[in-house]
Structure formats: C-alpha cells, structure tokens
C-alpha cells in the first residue's frame, strides 16, 4: 500500500499538486477588484478550504469513484458502463453519449492547458528573484514545454519512478513553508468556519463570481482522481489524499493567507513570497520539476483517454506505441503529443504568463465535473437502482456547486475560455461523427453483401475453383458474408478450402477472461467464423485468437493463410444516414487512420487488399 500510495501521489495528486503556485494569487488579480482585506482574505481561504472538501473529499472520493467499471474510472468508462445497461431507456441514451463525448472531448482542452500555466507559474518564481529574467520567463517555458514532449516516446516506465519520491518532497515542502507562516499568523484558521464563505459570497454578489472562478483552480485536478483510479486502486489513492496531500495543500494554502494578513503587498505572489530569499531558487528548481510531473500525468492522462475512445469505437485507428514490457498502461500516441506540444507553447506564448493564462483554464474541468454529477445520477438510477428523492437528495448539492462553478469560470470566456470549448465542440464532432460513420459503413455493407446461403447456390451453378490454403478475412460486423470474399470470388473465381470470418469486438467492459475470449462456430463446409472479444483496456490481437482457434480444434497453418482485407472508398450522398458535410468529414478521416495490417501487425507480404466503393 505504501508503494501505490507514492506513486499514486507522483501520477495522480501532480495537477491539483501545483495548484498553490497560482490559485490564491489570482483570487486578487487586479481584473477582479478585490482588495486584499482581512475580510476578503479570510473568504477566499474558507472558499478553497470548503471547495477542496466538497468536491475532493466528498463528492470524488467517496462518491464517484463508487461509480467504477469493473475498477476502471473516468468519463469514458462511466459512459460505457451506462451503455450497456438495459435499463437505461433508448430514448436517453443519445443524450448520454452526448454529454459523455463532449466531456471527454474537453479534457484534450485541459490537457493542452495545464502544461503551459504550470511550467509558466513555476518558472514566474525567477521574476520574484530579479526582474532581469522577464523576457526570458516565456522562452524558458517553452524550452522545458519542448524536452517535456520530445522525450515522451521514451514513456515514463522509467522516469516514473521518480515521480512519487520528488512529487512527496514538493507536498512536504509546501507543507513546511506554509505551516511556518501559519505559527506566526494562526488567525488565518479562521477561515474553518463555512460562514465566512457563505459571508462572502453573500456580500459581494454576482461580484463574487470573477473570484470564484479562480478558487476553483485549486480543484482542478480532481478528475485525474477518478481516470486513474484503475491504475492504483480506490485505498491507495483515497489514502494518499488523506494523509499527505489534503494537509499539505491546506497548510500551504492557510500560510499564503497569513502572509497576507500580515502583508497585503505579498499579493503579487504570495507562494513564493513565503520562501526566504536563500531559498527562493532551490524552490524555482522544485517547482519547475514538480510541474513538469504534473504536466507529465496530464500527456499520459490524454494518452490513456485516447486508447480508450479508439477502442470504443470513437475515435480512427491511431498509432498507439507501448513503451514498456510490463505496464499495459505505459503508451505513447505521437499524434496527441505533437498536437498538446503545440498547442501548450503556442498558449504559453500568446498569453505570456499564468495570470493571463489562468483566464483559459477552468472551464474544460468544470463542465467536465457536472457532467460527471449528471452521469453518476444516472448511474444511480439505473444500475443502484436508488429512488429518485434518495439521488436527488445526494447529487443535488454538487450540481449546485458545479453550476455554480461553471458559471464562474464562463465569465472568462471572452478572455480566453473558449479555446478549451472550441476544442471540446471539435473533438465532440469528430468523436461523435466516427461512431455514427461506423453504424452507416457497417449498415451499407451488409446491404451489398448477400447471405451465405446465398453464396452456396451460387456454388451450386457456378462451382469456383478450390484452391489449397486458409483465407482470412476481416469484417468489421460479426454478421453476414464479408464482402471481401463477394468481391474476390466475383473478379478471381476462387475459393479456398478452408475460410475464416474474423471479427475483432471491443465490449464495454474494461477487461475479459480469458474463456470470454474466443467465440467459434462452424457456419458450413469450408467456412468457419470467429469473435475476438476484448476490453476497452486491451489491445486486440489477430494472433492470439487465432492461436485460440487452434485450441479449439481449427488448425491455422500461418505460413499458407492469407489475409483479406476490404479497402473502402467512401463517397458521400444526399441518402438518408448523415449529413452530407458529415460523411466527407468521415470520409476524410477514414482515408487518415492507421491501416489495418499496420493496427494488427500483419506481414505485408500475407495480406490482399479489395477495394470496395460504397455511397454513404
């Protein structure tokens, strides 16, 4: 338990980890009109206090993460847990997957975020050191941004390990700075009591809401707790928040609020202001490593959510690399990287520092959190089968504090939150226009292909040449006749003596036995057909089933099989199905996902492609 609770807090606790650097400074950012006060102060504190212990200590960790898919967390799984559960009327299940998708999609829009205003906040401490290193904060950043990305196809199996102990000394640091500010100002536990908060929001009105927006920084990383919850396990990780990271962040948060009480003028940047001066660039060095952690736990999050949504059936064929022998969850996706790379430096630059950054981040996580609620309702109903008063009763208060945070944080789209929108409505199109492009290929296919009592009265009249040798095609549906072998026995009049029907399902469960593995059926003489059937965590392999097949009595010889694959050209038209600019987009990212023999490692030299014209 020790050991997932250090790593734990290196992948999981990295994000909200880095959180103090800029969350209590830019409550005053000077756009909101707050003075420093005792009053102000002291509401701001109560606030993040009350916020971090709703929606962290209550809401995540002893709520959503009762929500898990066989020990698998995240939207992702949430939605394919709701999927397939009979229960759920047809008529909201659109619904569902809608906002499950666009919760989904906006996590690449936090995921470009949260690398740049995390590396910047930290590399912002050398400005507080001497103002010389103002035109180089932003250069440096994007130095660290680009090593950052450029050594994730390495993976981090290996620097991993140092996360957990680095991560730790950077939480007890915090820790100690902030407990040595509290003994000299303990006045600040005022902020304990909820009145204060209440207080707050009561005498400032729609004028607290700039405000709350930046408290919510303090939380953002909340959703990192319940997507790798499958990696270290609901103990390990509630734990870890308990014991190390909860008073580390309260004691650094209540000690930038005593510097406060004691010096207003520290608002400029009260973290690092509570570091004495010797110590001010050993803290720029940690801060640094700490949010390159953090960054680092973002990447591989969006990494692992990518797999996922391919896997499902919602995002094209995408080089997936494994980057480790023993960790399944050790991957790297070149095209992500390269698309968070540019898009965090290119935010790095255009903002320039985390404040104006800041006014970006917030609202991708917060929309994401009340989808969250809404889902877990959801769940609730269906699958706990709570009443309706008994889920009401416990998800109401946090869809008040969600709204209530999202409302906060859609004040500064103009200022910059509608990067993270614009990125979650993209993502939701593409996302959702895959998984609908699919159910129409697979619907226009089965419509050219004819039965396979079709195919042998057509041997009956027409007998095809039989050759020696194993034909294997690949279909997309575990139905019908592929049309693959239409085509070839159309053009080439052969058949081989032994064909094999494939078929490779992703279910909607994390992982599979391995008896649920294979399913095999003999269809008629000659032909035979086969199901693959694996988890959304897994990755399919045509080899292993069919070294499957052989255990169940369908001898394979490899050397002498061939593969048969269908090469679709896909043409859009006015036809009942999607809108036209729908199925070009479709199209077009059809033509750019990844080959199939490329996805499933077949030898180039085994494989035969048929192309085939279909009108969507």
Same mark, same amino acid.
């Given at each position: +338990?020790?050991?997932?609770?250090?790593?734990?807090?290196?992948?999981?606790?990295?994000?909200?980890?880095?959180?103090?650097?800029?969350?209590?400074?830019?409550?005053?950012?000077?756009?909101?009109?707050?003075?420093?006060?005792?009053?102000?102060?002291?509401?701001?504190?109560?606030?993040?206090?009350?916020?971090?212990?709703? %929606?962290?200590?209550?809401?995540?960790?002893? #709520?959503? +993460?009762?929500?898990?898919?066989?020990?698998?967390?995240? #939207?992702?799984?949430?939605?394919?847990?709701?999927?397939?559960?009979?229960?759920?009327?047809?008529?909201?299940?659109?619904?569902?997957?809608?906002?499950?998708?666009?919760?989904?999609?906006?996590?690449?829009?936090?995921?470009?975020?949260?690398?740049?205003?995390?590396?910047?906040?930290?590399?912002?401490?050398?400005?507080?050191?001497?103002?010389?290193?103002?035109?180089?904060?932003?250069?440096?950043?994007?130095?660290?941004?680009?090593?950052?990305?450029?050594?994730?196809?390495?993976?981090?199996?290996? %620097?991993?390990?140092?996360?957990? $102990?680095?991560?730790?000394?950077?939480?007890?640091? +915090?820790?100690?700075?902030?407990?040595?500010?509290?003994?000299?100002?303990?006045?600040?536990?005022?902020?304990?009591?909820?009145?204060?908060?209440?207080?707050?929001?009561?005498?400032? /009105?729609?004028?607290?809401?700039?405000?709350?927006?930046?408290?919510?920084?303090?939380?953002?990383?909340?959703?990192?707790?319940?997507?790798?919850?499958?990696?270290?396990?609901?103990?390990? %990780?509630?734990?870890? &928040?308990?014991?190390?990271?909860?008073?580390?962040?309260?004691?650094?948060?209540?000690?930038?609020?005593?510097?406060?009480?004691?010096?207003?003028?520290?608002?400029?940047?009260?973290?690092?202001?509570?570091?004495?001066?010797?110590?001010?660039? $050993?803290?720029?060095?940690?801060?640094?490593?700490?949010?390159? #952690?953090?960054?680092?736990?973002?990447?591989?999050?969006?990494?692992?959510?990518?797999?996922?949504?391919?896997?499902?059936?919602?995002?094209?064929?995408?080089?997936?690399?494994?980057?480790?022998?023993?960790?399944?969850?050790?991957?790297?996706? $070149?095209?992500?990287?390269?698309?968070?790379?540019?898009?965090?430096?290119?935010?790095?630059?255009?903002?320039?520092?985390?404040?104006?950054?800041?006014?970006?981040?917030?609202?991708?996580?917060?929309?994401?959190?009340?989808?969250?609620?809404?889902?877990?309702?959801?769940?609730?109903?269906?699958?706990?089968?709570?009443?309706? &008063?008994?889920?009401?009763?416990?998800?109401?208060?946090?869809?008040?504090?969600?709204?209530?945070?999202?409302?906060?944080?859609?004040?500064? %789209?103009?200022?910059?939150?509608?990067?993270?929108?614009?990125? /979650?409505?993209?993502?939701?199109?593409?996302?959702?226009? &895959?998984?609908?492009?699919?159910?129409?290929?697979?619907?226009?296919?089965?419509?050219?292909?004819?039965?396979?009592?079709?195919?042998?009265?057509?041997?009956?009249?027409?007998?095809?040449?039989?050759?020696?040798?194993?034909?294997?095609?690949?279909?997309?549906?575990?139905?019908?006749?592929?049309?693959?072998?239409?085509?070839?026995?159309?053009?080439?009049?052969?058949?081989?003596?032994?064909?094999?029907?494939?078929?490779?399902?992703?279910?909607?469960?994390?992982?599979?036995?391995?008896?649920?593995?294979?399913?095999?059926?003999?269809?008629?003489?000659?032909?035979?057909?086969?199901?693959?059937?694996?988890?959304?965590?897994?990755?399919?392999?045509?080899?292993?089933?069919?070294?499957?097949?052989?255990?169940?009595?369908?001898?394979?010889?490899?050397?002498?099989?061939?593969?048969?694959?269908?090469?679709?050209?896909?043409?859009?038209?006015?036809?009942?199905?999607?809108?036209?600019?729908?199925?070009?987009?479709?199209?077009?990212?059809?033509?750019?996902?990844?080959?199939?023999?490329?996805?499933?490692?077949?030898?180039?030299?085994?494989?035969?492609?048929?192309?085939?014209?279909?009108?969507?």
């Amino acid at each position: +338990m020790a050991g997932l609770m250090l790593a734990a807090l290196g992948v999981v606790y990295g994000d909200i980890g880095t959180s103090p650097l800029y969350a209590f400074r830019e409550c005053f950012h000077e756009a909101h009109d707050l003075p420093p006060d005792r009053g102000n102060i002291l509401g701001i504190l109560s606030l993040i206090f009350w916020a971090l212990m709703l %929606i962290l200590s209550v809401k995540y960790l002893a #709520i959503v +993460m009762r929500a898990d898919n066989e020990g698998e967390g995240g #939207i992702l799984a949430l939605l394919a847990l709701l999927r397939r559960k009979a229960r759920v009327p047809a008529a909201r299940r659109p619904l569902l997957i809608i906002l499950g998708l666009f919760g989904a999609a906006l996590l690449y829009g936090d995921g470009m975020i949260t690398p740049a205003i995390s590396v910047l906040s930290a590399v912002e401490g050398l400005r507080v050191a001497t103002p010389v290193f103002d035109p180089y904060i932003v250069p440096i950043t994007v130095v660290i941004l680009v090593l950052l990305f450029a050594f994730q196809f390495k993976g981090t199996a290996h %620097i991993g390990k140092i996360f957990g $102990p680095v991560t730790l000394v950077w939480f007890a640091y +915090m820790g100690l700075v902030g407990t040595l500010s509290l003994l000299a100002r303990p006045e600040a536990l005022e902020a304990l009591d909820p009145r204060l908060a209440v207080g707050f929001l009561w005498h400032h /009105g729609a004028g607290s809401l700039l405000p709350l927006g930046a408290v919510f920084l303090a939380v953002t990383g909340a959703e990192a707790l319940y997507a790798d919850m499958g990696h270290f396990g609901k103990g390990a %990780i509630r734990r870890t &928040w308990f014991v190390v990271v909860l008073p580390c962040l309260l004691l650094n948060y209540f000690g930038q609020g005593a510097l406060l009480l004691a010096h207003p003028e520290a608002v400029t940047n009260p973290f690092y202001l509570l570091v004495p001066g010797w110590a001010l660039y $050993p803290t720029v060095a940690l801060a640094c490593l700490a949010t390159i #952690i953090a960054s680092q736990a973002v990447i591989s999050g969006a990494f692992s959510l990518t797999r996922q949504a391919v896997r499902l059936g919602y995002l094209p064929r995408i080089r997936i690399l494994h980057t480790s022998h023993d960790e399944a969850g050790q991957i790297y996706v $070149p095209s992500i990287n390269w698309f968070l790379l540019v898009a965090a430096s290119a935010l790095a630059v255009l903002f320039g520092s985390s404040s104006g950054l800041a006014a970006a981040y917030g609202i991708a996580v917060s929309a994401t959190m009340l989808i969250t609620t809404i889902l877990v309702y959801v769940l609730m109903r269906e699958r706990w089968e709570w009443s309706r &008063w008994q889920a009401l009763a416990l998800t109401t208060p946090f869809l008040f504090v969600d709204f209530a945070f999202l409302s906060a944080n859609s004040l500064k %789209i103009l200022r910059g939150g509608w990067i993270p929108i614009l990125v /979650g409505i993209l993502g939701y199109i593409v996302m959702s226009t &895959w998984s609908r492009g699919r159910e129409l290929l697979a619907l226009r296919i089965a419509e050219q292909s004819g039965t396979l009592e079709d195919l042998r009265k057509d041997f009956a009249e027409t007998p095809p040449l039989m050759v020696p040798g194993t034909a294997i095609f690949l279909t997309s549906t575990p139905k019908g006749t592929p049309a693959t072998l239409i085509q070839n026995l159309k053009h080439n009049h052969v058949l081989h003596e032994q064909n094999l029907f494939l078929t490779l399902v992703t279910e909607d469960r994390p992982r599979l036995p391995r008896d649920e593995r294979l399913e095999l059926s003999r269809l008629a003489d000659h032909f035979q057909r086969a199901v693959g059937h694996y988890g959304y965590m897994e990755d399919p392999n045509i080899f292993h089933i069919l070294a499957r097949c052989a255990d169940e009595g369908l001898e394979i010889d490899l050397d002498r099989a061939t593969f048969f694959l269908g090469r679709e050209t896909l043409f859009a038209t006015p036809r009942e199905g999607m809108p036209i600019w729908r199925e070009k987009l479709f199209a077009m990212i059809a033509r750019n996902s990844v080959p199939a023999p490329r996805e499933f490692h077949i030898p180039p030299e085994r494989v035969v492609e048929i192309g085939v014209q279909i009108e969507l």
